[in-house]
């Protein structure tokens, strides 16, 4: 900021509207500095102090995403974001729209003051703003965490005043803006509520109040035991089974006989396990969230322990849909999506890297080596003339993009494969960035998309690799994908229960 530019300075003129609410709040603030504050002396200073540059914000944060719950990592997430959006607005913009001085501390006892006094303009109240937009922020994500910020927030708005570093117009004003900003984070990245899928159809379960008839086969490789026992906790009846991942399906083969709702704990691969014995023995099927992505249970409305075990207890589910691959005598189940080029080529590649240098660096090193390579792994014969393929996507369920977010299904009973293709070329991965970035449009000069029912693919080349869930396969010949409408029933929580 320059020093020669007085921000504080009015501007010459009469101004009846400003002078009245300027008396109103210089009448305010000598009314709460002439008032005794019970208990609040020790306290309120040092909430204020805390909050400078956003430091108890960010340090709550830090202990939201250690509770390790997907929604209250998106609640510290968004109230982090709302706090950015808030703090550059207030200091780019508000402090320059309207040069207020800070109030003369006279009224207000020594024992109040803080020790190092703010020098910027003092409207509007930017440690007012970056409450109220965390706050908020945390609140759309999560009412229950943001129950339990509220009053945080709250508290440093009124420090300001209690300490003489703000009007009281200056606090309202900055807590309005907080709690915009955090509206407008949620207009650019909706929350999981704006996105609830439909809870239709219907299915009729058995409602099990104490978790009697429930077998939960759980993948240890996977971390599960947290999540298990906390479904436990709610449901002691519930039978559960832990087991390494080589014993996955033979104890939900096993499972499936004798259950009367089979359940699952694990990731993308250990669910596409439990779909298929699910579909075969005719059983409803419970999806407890355990994997790194959880694509299936998250756009189902299950997060966690807590979810599963209400739609559980009441007998709340709905009929979904499935899609099923066949090939040259080859037949396979999947609740997300397939997929031939690029990515099952990636998967084969991370999976014989993640033993030496674990799974994140090994997608690195597994995306650098396939997108290096000299050839194009799909070829599509398209009126008579063969074309290259870097990417052929297959979804259960037609992906919407809302705002900033990535594709997520909002029906996973709506019929339809959700087919993307990205053309062959050069640079491929800013093909697949384009297209990406495309998301919603059909066509694009880097890929198609189209939703069908039903999709057959003719002349695939021996040993070309086909992903579905996250497990890899072979595929040759003719491959032929159809839907299954509404085959598998799994249980959720259904929205106003």
């Not at 040092?46 to 956003?54: D, F, I, M, Q």
């Not at 039978?239 to 080589?246: D, G, H, K, Q």
Request: proline fraction near 7%; hydrophobic fraction near 45%; charged fraction near 20%.
């Amino acid at each position: 900021m320059s020093p020669d530019v007085d921000l504080t300075a009015r501007r010459p003129g009469p101004r009846l509207l400003r002078d009245s609410l300027l008396t109103l709040d210089s009448r305010l603030f000598d009314f709460a500095a002439g008032r005794n504050w019970p208990a609040a002396e020790p306290v309120l200073p040092r909430l204020s102090r805390s909050a400078n540059h956003g430091v108890l914000w960010f340090a709550t944060a830090a202990a939201m995403a250690a509770s390790r719950t997907p929604r209250s990592r998106r609640a510290a997430a968004r109230g982090l974001a709302s706090l950015t959006l808030a703090s550059l607005t207030i200091n780019t913009l508000g402090k320059r729209s309207v040069r207020r001085t800070r109030p003369v501390l006279d009224p207000v006892p020594l024992v109040r003051q803080l020790k190092r006094q703010p020098i910027t303009t003092s409207f509007p109240s930017g440690h007012s703003a970056s409450a109220a937009a965390f706050a908020t922020g945390v609140a759309l994500e999560s009412p229950a965490w943001g129950a339990a910020v509220a009053p945080v927030a709250w508290s440093v708005a009124l420090s300001r005043v209690y300490t003489g570093v703000h009007f009281a117009s200056d606090v309202l004003a900055g807590a309005a803006l907080g709690a915009g900003a955090a509206f407008a984070v949620r207009g650019l990245v909706p929350t999981r509520a704006q996105v609830v899928p439909p809870a239709r159809p219907r299915a009729l379960v058995p409602a099990l109040p104490e978790g009697e008839g429930l077998v939960m086969v759980a993948n240890t490789a996977s971390g599960t035991a947290e999540r298990v026992r906390a479904l436990h906790d709610g449901l002691p009846l519930a039978e559960i089974v832990e087991c390494e991942p080589t014993h996955v399906r033979a104890e939900l083969e096993k499972a499936a006989a004798r259950a009367t709702v089979l359940g699952v704990c694990g990731g993308d691969g250990t669910v596409n396990a439990a779909a298929e014995i699910a579909l075969r023995h005719g059983v409803p099927l419970a999806v407890l969230p355990g994997g790194t992505l959880n694509h299936f249970a998250y756009d189902l409305g299950v997060e966690g322990a807590r979810d599963l075990t209400r739609a559980v207890q009441q007998g709340e589910a709905v009929r979904v849909d499935a899609g099923r691959f066949s090939s040259d005598g080859r037949e396979g189940v999947f609740v997300n999506a397939c997929s031939l080029g690029v990515y099952p080529e990636l998967v084969r590649e991370r999976e014989r890297w993640s033993r030496r240098i674990g799974g994140w660096p090994a997608g690195v090193v597994g995306a650098l080596r396939v997108l290096r390579a000299d050839r194009h792994p799909l070829e599509a014969e398209f009126r008579g003339r063969a074309r290259p393929l870097w990417l052929l996507f297959v979804g259960n369920g037609t992906y919407h993009r809302m705002g900033l977010t990535p594709g997520r299904r909002t029906d996973l009973a709506d019929g339809q494969f959700d087919v993307r293709v990205v053309h062959g070329g050069r640079r491929p991965a800013l093909r697949l960035l384009a297209a990406a970035v495309a998301g919603p449009l059909t066509r694009s000069p880097a890929h198609a998309a189209v939703q069908v029912g039903r999709l057959h693919l003719s002349g695939v080349a021996p040993g070309t690799l086909l992903a579905y869930d996250g497990e890899v396969t072979d595929v040759e010949g003719e491959v032929t994908l159809e839907k299954l409408p509404e085959a598998l029933t799994v249980y959720r929580p259904l929205p106003g229960n």
